[in-house]
Structures are given as structure tokens and as C-alpha cells.
T-cell receptor, first 110, second 114 residues
Framework: EDQVTQSPEALRLQEGESSSLNCSYT??????LFWYRQDPGKGPEFLFT???AGEEKEKERLKATLTKKESFLHITAPKPEDSATYLC???????????FGKGNQVVVIP | NAGVTQTPKFQVLKTGQSMTLQCAQD?????MSWYRQDPGMGLRLIHY???????DQGEVPNGYNVSRSTTEDFPLRLLSAAPSQTSVYFC?????????????FGQGTRLTVV
């Protein structure tokens, strides 16, 4: 069973059409939830860390939120340069490993 | 500000050949790890290290060896390459080993085994 599930797998948006990406996790004892952005042919680039339910972080058109079982990455009025794969990862108490989801591939059409 | 540097960027191997993927970081991070990324599979942990001289297996360690003789370097060795090891490999580091900070990734090595 996957520890981290991201949905939808792929998303096509018109420029300016806001949407949300979901990351749900199944194991208790969350130490931190991390969002990354990955462009084709590049390594993941860190976006946000969330540590506790109710926490929110923002950066430009992106806003990440966290509940007890899932996180959302809201993309407000996206631009074509927001096209990327967004990765979610969780770290649990007891180790320093990051467990990754399979990613949300986002394409923003001008 | 180099961060995490991986070499080579691309590599083609024949089945049975061996090679070492290099990873170096200049941030004095204690924790380093290797992932492979395959279509539809996400990032999967191969091996990790919590400091010089200490390594451990991740979820997909078979066919790979690692060592950590210095804080800066964490090479990944393929002893006898197989087509199933065709993938994109990422090295990452974070600090401290017991902390809860984000991981920094290299740009990846795209490996093809024919």
C-alpha cells in the first residue's frame, strides 16, 4: 500500500484557471510534509514544508495547506511557467526518510 | 553555490558492465540518499547515509552498493548492470541527520542499460 497518494495524476489548465492538487498520506506520526516542483530533465526543487494540521504556506501563485490526513497545493491564476510535476513527500517519526508520491503533472495552456 | 552535484548526466551501459555514479555536496550535510525515478513509480529510495562511515538500505537496494568515506561524497555503484536498472538517478542531501529540514537534490543521472 502506498504511503503517499497524489491526485490527479495529470491536469491541464487554461491560463488563469485556478485548481488544487491533493496529497494524502496513510501513516500516523507525521514529522513533516514537503512539496517539490520538478521540471523535465531536472531534479526536484523544494517549495514548502508543512509540520502540523492547519498550517499554510504561500509562494507567489502557490499555496500549500495541511490537514491530519492530506495536503493541498492550490494554484491560483496559473501561468504557463507553472507547468511542472509537483511532488509530495512525507517524513515520519522514527526515521529521516522521505516517502514520495508519484506526482501531479500540471500543464498550463496559454 | 554548487549544492548537490551529480556526474555523469547521461550514461549508456551494456548489460554486465559496472560503473559508479558520483554525488558530491558542499553544504556539510550529514544525511545523503540515492533515489531512482521511473515513469509511474515516483521516487524510490535505494540507499542512504546518516554520516561518514554509516550507510543503510532503502526500499530498492538490490544491485547497488554505496559507501560514505567523507561527509561530502556518496557514490552509488552498479556492480553488474541490468536493463531493469535503466532509470533516472537522483542524489539528495539534508541536514542534520536527525532534523526535519528539506532535502536538496542534484540534477540527476539518466542511465540506460542495453
Amino acid at each position: 500500500e502506498d504511503q503517499v497518494t497524489q491526485s490527479p495524476e495529470a491536469l491541464r489548465l487554461q491560463e488563469g484557471e485556478s485548481s488544487s492538487l491533493n496529497c494524502s498520506y496513510t501513516v500516523s506520526g507525521l514529522r513533516g510534509l514537503f512539496w517539490y516542483r520538478q521540471d523535465p530533465g531536472k531534479g526536484p526543487e523544494f517549495l514548502f514544508t508543512l509540520y502540523s494540521a492547519g498550517e499554510e504556506k504561500e509562494k507567489e501563485r502557490l499555496k500549500a495547506t495541511l490537514t491530519k490526513k492530506e495536503s493541498f497545493l492550490h494554484i491560483t491564476a496559473p501561468k504557463p511557467e507553472d507547468s511542472a510535476t509537483y511532488l509530495c513527500a512525507v517524513r515520519y517519526y522514527g526515521n529521516n526518510r522521505l516517502a514520495f508520491g508519484k506526482g501531479n503533472q500540471v500543464v498550463v495552456i496559454p | 553555490n554548487a549544492g548537490v552535484t551529480q556526474t555523469p548526466k547521461f550514461q549508456v551501459l551494456k548489460t554486465g558492465q559496472s560503473m559508479t555514479l558520483q554525488c558530491a555536496q558542499d553544504m556539510n550535510h550529514e544525511y545523503m540518499s540515492w533515489y531512482r525515478q521511473d515513469p509511474g513509480m515516483g521516487l524510490r529510495l535505494i540507499h542512504y547515509s546518516v554520516g561518514a562511515g554509516i550507510t543503510d538500505q532503502g526500499e530498492v537496494p538490490n544491485g547497488y552498493n554505496v559507501s560514505r568515506s567523507t561527509t561530502e561524497d556518496f557514490p552509488l555503484r552498479l556492480l553488474s548492470a541490468a536493463p531493469s536498472q535503466t532509470s533516472v538517478y537522483f542524489c539528495a542531501s539534508s541536514d542534520p541527520a536527525g532534523g526535519n529540514t528539506e532535502a536538496f537534490f542534484g540534477q540527476g543521472t539518466r542511465l540506460t542499460v542495453v
